[in-house]
């Protein structure tokens, strides 16, 4: 929610009709390569939805730029109709775009690419192994559960960390034991106790006692080089009023660092209920976070006019 995102959103409200068709029309048939990639570009930094179907165009350019330009541009865009026209790189030949088709169909959540990304998933280069797993633990689906078993355990911290985030969505009380012992464990990777902590609050975990594991996320919030992770996690879980309402009541003894990432997160759920705690916020004593939360409070009350 930086300043130049806000002016990225006015440019869209403003410009999108007048060059929305303009840059599918790039995207497909640009002079060049770098011209076509450079529209796919600009279409994901003004998520430009009307751009979706060139970009799924796009994906099957020979130019290897343009096809990495399409996909993260629709991760930005967020159409969740796209996934399944991103499937068939999940099979690429080349490891680095077929990681990122990976990684796109997951934070499209495409479920009926689920089977593409199972495959892949199978006798992959790490790199590749990672992705799919990521994308399967970002679906969810219940029958991945046995998977997500299996590499709970493994030696690879990117690998376990995905499982027990897929475990976590599936919420089956059953794996409540394993979670707690990859988030108890000592001297553990911190990807993997961020991602325990994750699955346990989100199977309803959601005390506020000083070790419980959604202090730990808000106490990630200061760490850097672990701040996006912690608050992709929370942005995720703020979506349910029990763990806002448990936030609620860490705010008052919340770092400036804390407070800061607890406004973009809390103005991301776009729910009337976190309005009072901005408010609460926006008359702090620190002018920067005073600052962020009334940009949120403006973000949530446009969102809800």
């Known amino acids: 929610f930086s300043s130049r995102n806000d002016q990225v959103v006015d ?4 410009i999108r009709p007048q060059v929305g068709q303009a840059l599918g029309d790039l995207v497909k048939g640009g002079a060049n390569m770098e011209v076509r990639a450079n529209a796919a570009r600009a279409a994901g930094i003004l998520r430009d939805k009307t751009a979706v179907p060139s970009l799924i165009q796009g994906l099957h350019s020979r130019d290897d730029q343009t096809i990495v330009e399409c996909l993260v541009a629709l991760q930005k865009i967020r159409d969740l109709s796209a996934g399944p026209g991103v499937a068939f790189l999940t099979h690429d030949l080349d490891p680095r775009i077929q990681a990122l088709a990976l990684e796109t169909i997951g934070v499209l959540r495409s479920l009926p690419s689920a089977p593409d990304v199972r495959t892949a998933l199978k006798n992959a280069p790490i790199k590749v192994q990672r992705a799919a797993l990521e ?4 679906m969810g689906i219940p029958g991945d559960r046995a998977t997500f078993q299996q590499y709970a355990t493994d030696k690879d911290p990117e690998l376990r960390a995905a499982a027990l985030e897929g475990l976590g969505r599936i919420r089956e009380p059953g794996d409540t034991p394993l979670l707690q012992q990859a988030y108890d ?7 993997v106790h961020l991602a325990a902590a994750f699955a346990l609050v989100d199977e309803g975990k959601v005390d506020t006692s000083e070790f419980s594991p959604l202090t730990y996320l ?5 760490t850097k080089g672990r701040a996006n992770v912690a608050t992709a996690y929370l942005v995720e879980l703020t979506r349910r009023a029990d763990v ?8 008052p003894e919340s770092t400036k660092d804390q407070k800061l990432a607890l406004c973009s997160i809390l103005a991301s759920t776009q729910e009337p209920d976190v309005i009072p ?4 916020l926006s008359r702090d004593i620190d002018p920067d ?17």
């Open 11 to 14: 440019a869209d409200v403003i």
């Open 135 to 138: 994308a399967l633990a970002m």
């Open 185 to 191: 464990e000592e001297g553990g990777d911190w990807r």
């Open 218 to 222: 808000l106490e990630n919030l200061n």
């Open 244 to 251: 806002r309402n448990a936030i609620a009541k860490l705010v």
């Open 277 to 280: 705690l901005l408010n609460t």
């Open 289 to 305: 976070v005073s600052f962020a939360a009334s940009k949120a409070l403006r973000i949530v009350q446009a969102g809800r006019s």
